[in-house]
């Protein structure tokens, strides 16, 4: 059975026990071309000071290369651009040559740098599964960071695996052009990949996302204090794709939270927990409603079929959760 576990002892909770011990400085410089107020860049700059300098990412192609025009990046440290769906394998190539490098001793254990791939959904759930599988299976001492925009969000926002039910994306448009019709948007479900990470059992995996710094910056220093396959699903709200101003996007982020659509969770030691624990849980509608990609669910007329089979979703999710104690919850 699945319980909770208090982590009072973990590395994480005895780094950051209260706001205040956070970083007050960031590893990440300013001034990118990424979109304002990405969700997943404030995730990705949060992990970043936590991880430290001594941290070599291996960028899939994606909304997060936008950042790095050559040749110049805004990363403290290092940084290596692939194609979509070869992240793990050139971080495998990147961890070997530290492995020798150190083997050989020209490198000390103090100058070692951590390995992290960093990719969106649509490698994650799609292009880039079968070579991060083959580095789960291989054993690579890395850290899988995806930043989650629920699309291909460097391209116009298209479909992904991660696409969320009902969502109206570039390629699953909510009105039809000939007729003038309006449909339910994107008619499938979200792809768990915290599920399939963890069906592999890696050493950790987790969710994070940008309006919970503490608890990113725990499951970040957790992460890092491990060796082996660790896997960080941050839900990344993207103002551009998702359609809301910019200046909403904590707000956003917290609804997530808050209605149970983004579990705060994590795997260890063959187990999973919530680290948060939506109480009392919102209604989904309070998270869809200001996104106008959801938007064709509530005008011209209410799509109640759509919005009940999110919602019914959500609470499947939680059912077997809140039926529990709150010490196994």
């Known amino acids: 059975m699945m319980k909770w576990r208090r982590t009072m002892t973990d590395a994480g909770e005895r780094r950051f026990r209260r706001m205040r011990d956070l970083p007050s400085s960031h590893m990440l410089g300013a001034g990118t071309a990424m979109c304002a107020g990405c969700g997943g860049l404030s995730a990705l700059t949060d992990a970043y000071d936590v991880l430290g300098e001594n941290t070599v990412f291996v960028n899939a192609a994606g909304c997060m290369t936008m950042m790095s025009i050559y ?22 190539g990147v961890r070997d040559a530290l492995d020798v490098l150190r083997a050989k001793g020209r490198i000390t254990p103090a100058e070692d740098l951590q390995v992290v791939v960093l990719t969106g959904d649509g490698t994650a759930g799609g292009i880039g599964l079968s070579a991060t599988s083959g580095a789960i299976d291989r054993n690579l001492d890395f850290i899988y960071f995806c930043y989650d925009n629920e699309g291909y969000g460097n391209t116009g926002q298209q479909t992904s695996a991660l696409t969320p039910h009902g969502a109206a994306t570039a390629t699953d448009s909510v009105t039809d052009g000939a007729t003038g019709s309006t449909n339910a948007g994107f008619p499938g479900w979200k792809k768990d990949l915290f599920a399939l990470w963890t069906a592999n059992k890696p050493v950790y995996a987790a969710t994070i996302i940008g309006g919970e710094p503490l608890d990113l910056a725990r499951k970040i220093e ?43 969770k994590e795997y260890v030691d063959g187990e999973v927990h919530h680290t948060r624990m939506p109480h009392p849980r919102l209604p989904v509608e309070d998270y869809l409603r200001p996104q106008a990609r959801f938007a064709h669910l509530f005008e011209p007329q209410r799509n109640e079929t759509v919005l009940r089979e999110i919602q019914q979703s959500v609470d499947a999710y939680w059912a077997p959760w809140e039926a529990r104690p709150a010490a196994e919850a």
């Open 222 to 264: 957790k992460a890092r204090t491990m060796s082996g396959p660790r896997m960080i699903l941050a839900l990344a709200p993207c103002p551009t794709g998702w359609g809301y101003d910019p200046k909403h996007s904590i707000e956003i982020a917290r609804l997530a939270v808050k209605t149970g659509i983004w579990p705060l």
């Open 71 to 92: 040749p110049f990046t805004p990363f403290r440290g290092s940084w290596l651009y692939t194609a979509m769906a070869s992240a793990p394998a050139g971080a495998q």
